[in-house]
């Protein structure tokens, strides 16, 4: 895997209404650090400014960070809640994730995370998730 890569995020909120997949196509870098991939990429937000976001892949676990308007920090962990913050310009959110499968591929210049999990806010359970991403070797 190179340094440049492009990933691809998806992800959709089963129980929403109506059902509605966010995808994110962007570039970021990749680094491999003790055994655990770390991805970072940028997000714009209208109004808002960049959020810089951090995937940290491990053999257990997936962390995601994000930094600047909103800020928060989940933790994936097969058949774990773990809880979180949540921090938005109008308050705070407890957010619960509870992971039910992560399905972790690697080849030579391509990775594929796919993750389901349950997500509640201040204790109330508000849908099924499910975020699929791809990452590839940037080609020159």
Avoid at 52 to 73: A, F, M, Q, R, W
Wanted: aromatic share 8%; proline share 3%.
């Amino acid at each position: 895997m190179t340094k440049d890569v492009l990933i691809n995020i998806s992800g959709i909120q089963i129980q929403a209404d109506p059902e509605e997949p966010i995808e994110m196509i962007t570039t970021g870098a990749y680094y491999l650090k003790n055994g655990k991939h770390y991805i970072l990429y940028n997000e714009i937000e209208e109004d808002h400014g960049i959020i810089k976001n951090i995937l940290k892949i491990g053999p257990e676990t997936v962390e995601i960070s994000k930094k600047g308007s909103t800020s928060s920090h989940m933790v994936f962990e097969k058949g774990k809640e773990n809880l979180s913050y949540y921090d938005t310009p109008f308050g705070s959110m407890l957010l619960g994730v509870n992971t039910s499968d992560i399905r972790w591929q690697e080849q030579e210049d391509r990775m594929n995370l796919q993750v389901d999990y349950d997500l509640s806010i201040n204790s109330d359970h508000i849908s099924k998730c499910k975020i699929d991403v791809s990452i590839q070797s940037k080609r020159a």
